[in-house]
């Protein structure tokens, strides 16, 4: 990849060297990091990767799988179902190709949203590109970097793209694997009821969801909560996004 003043000569890899990280890596934290350097050296220092299945990434079938973006803003986010059915996303979603743009180019387009959306960019992110890639058994993600640089050229698009990518296919592999409870220490029931709440749902339809009764989705969210050492249930979402616990296959309970 190419060098140019967005990079930081700290942090800075080229394609090929990430495209063989990402050959030998073996764990999903392994992806992380390759996610993280590789952020880092393209000037869009956060990502969050958010998988769905079919035509889009929608409502009950989002899961956000790995994320680096700072804790309060990704709670932010959370909380204001930014990455779920705001006009915003649904623009980044609805394309097929690889989209670059800044947030501020947004305020005032998408009503209602204005004052979210500014919290973002005040926050640090105003620029993004986002990456539509699809992995094994037609698994479809969205892979948004975000940060506050100038809009790459199409060559240096092309290369986050594939890197993406190939990124996002080993990432489904590795999450694949079965989940050690030492790795993760939520139960399986814990983790349903805080992935259906990370998308927008409340105590009550998650627990229509999974058939059962709203004060025990209160109780595993509860112990989530201390597990995940979070302040409150949005905290623990976050945490158990930012450790990729929400899309780990578990045995049964």
Known sequence: MKTNEFYNPATSISLEGSLKSVRESITAHDIFKIFKLFSAAIG??????????????????????????????????????????????????????????SISEYLGDTPGETEALKYIVDSGIDSFTCVP????????????????????????????????????NKLQFTLGEEVSAEKNPLTPRETDCLRLSATGLSAREVAAA????????????????VKTRAKNKTHAVAEAIRHGWLNQKRSSA
């Open 210 to 225: 999974l058939d059962m009764a709203v004060h025990t989705v209160n109780y595993h969210i509860a112990n989530a909560t």
């Open 44 to 101: 869009l220092p956060h990502f969050i990767v958010i998988t769905g299945n079919g035509a889009g990434v929608r409502n009950e079938s989002r899961s956000y799988v790995l994320t680096n973006f700072p804790n309060p803003v990704l709670n932010f986010c959370i909380e204001n179902d930014l990455f779920g059915e705001s006009r915003f996303f649904q623009r980044l979603q609805d394309g097929a190709l690889p989209l670059a743009g």
């Open 133 to 168: 890639v699809k992995g094994p058994h037609d698994t479809e993600a969205r892979i948004l970097y975000g940060g506050n640089r100038p809009l790459p050229d199409h060559a240096e698009m092309a290369e986050i793209a594939y890197l993406s990518m190939h990124a996002f």
